[in-house]
C-alpha cells in the first residue's frame, strides 16, 4: 500500500457483489428451513409427533433426517408416548420412502442412527432402499 500526505490509501473497492450470482426468492426453500427449525424446537414427544403427523407431506429429506433424531432425543413419558412415536415413525418411514431418490449420506446415517436409539427397528424397504444409496 503506498501513503497520501501522511494517510494510506485505499485500495479500490471490487465489487464482489455483483460478481456473485444473485440468490433466487426461493419460498420452498425457506419453508423447509422454518419448519427445520420448528422440529428442533419440539421438547414434548407429543408435539413433536403431532407437527410430523399434520406436516410429513411438506417435509423434505432434512426435515425427515431431522424429524427422526429429535424424536430419539425429546423427553418420553409413559406408554402413550410409545405409541405417539410408533405412529410418527411409520409416518416419517413413508415419507422417506417417498424422498429416497433426494437423500444423501448425512440424512441416511441420522436416520439409522435414530432407528437405532429408538429401538423400535427400521423398516426392512427403508433399509434396503437407504443401503443401495
Same mark, same amino acid.
Given at each position: 500500500t503506498s501513503f497520501r500526505g501522511g494517510r494510506q490509501a485505499r485500495r479500490p473497492q471490487s465489487n464482489a457483489a455483483e460478481l456473485r450470482p444473485r440468490r433466487e426468492h426461493c419460498p420452498a426453500r425457506w419453508e423447509a428451513q422454518k419448519l427445520n427449525k420448528d422440529i428442533r424446537e419440539c421438547w414434548e414427544v407429543t408435539d413433536l409427533c403431532h407437527l410430523i403427523s399434520t406436516r410429513a407431506q411438506d417435509m423434505n429429506d432434512v426435515n425427515v433426517a431431522t424429524s427422526f433424531s429429535t424424536l430419539a432425543k425429546? +423427553? +418420553?413419558?409413559? +406408554?402413550e408416548s410409545m405409541a405417539g412415536i410408533r405412529r410418527a415413525v411409520v409416518t416419517l418411514t413413508g415419507r422417506a420412502l417417498q424422498l429416497r431418490e433426494d437423500l444423501r449420506p448425512r440424512e441416511i446415517s441420522n436416520i439409522v442412527w435414530a432407528a437405532a436409539k429408538l429401538k423400535l427397528g427400521i423398516d426392512l424397504q427403508l433399509l434396503e432402499t437407504l443401503s443401495e444409496r
Open positions: 425429546v +423427553r +418420553r413419558s409413559g +406408554r
